[in-house]
Nanobody
Framework: QVQLVESGGGLVQAGGSLRLSCAAS????????MGWYRQAPGKQRELVAA???????NYADSVKGRFVISRDNAKNTVYLELNSLKPEDTAVYYC?????????????????WGQGTQVTVSS
């Protein structure tokens, strides 16, 4: 019933920018941490950036100073601004979130993934 829907990926030249969005929908009580991961061909999925419910952030060293994560709690949405893009940023970007849901009458913390959005940076 819970869905994370990403948008905003695409093809961009090196040095360019993109903005990714991820909106949570469905039945849940609240959203805790949200984050973005990426997976390049032949590589493991890696954390890009994360943000807590109160706005604390952390970034992978490879994107510090170039990417900015933010969230709009009223819209249940997390954003990722990708600036000064490099060809090595090419990957499928996945949204991830911890949501408090009601399962069989009890509150539980569940982790969800979006379907992924492709970001391709040309040199």
């Amino acid at each position: 019933q819970v869905q994370l829907v990403e948008s905003g990926g695409g093809l961009v030249q090196a040095g360019g920018s993109l903005r990714l969005s991820c909106a949570a929908s469905g039945s849940f009580m609240s959203i805790k941490a949200m984050g973005w991961y990426r997976q390049a061909p032949g590589k493991q999925r890696e954390l890009v950036a994360a943000i807590t419910s109160v706005g604390s952030t952390n970034y992978a060293d490879s994107v510090k100073g170039r990417f900015v994560i933010s969230r709009d709690n009223a819209k249940n949405t997390v954003y990722l601004e990708l600036n000064s893009l490099k060809p090595e940023d090419t990957a499928v970007y996945y949204c991830n979130a911890d949501l408090v849901v009601i399962t069989q009458g009890d509150l539980s913390l569940e982790n969800y993934w979006g379907q992924g959005t492709q970001v391709t940076v040309s040199s």
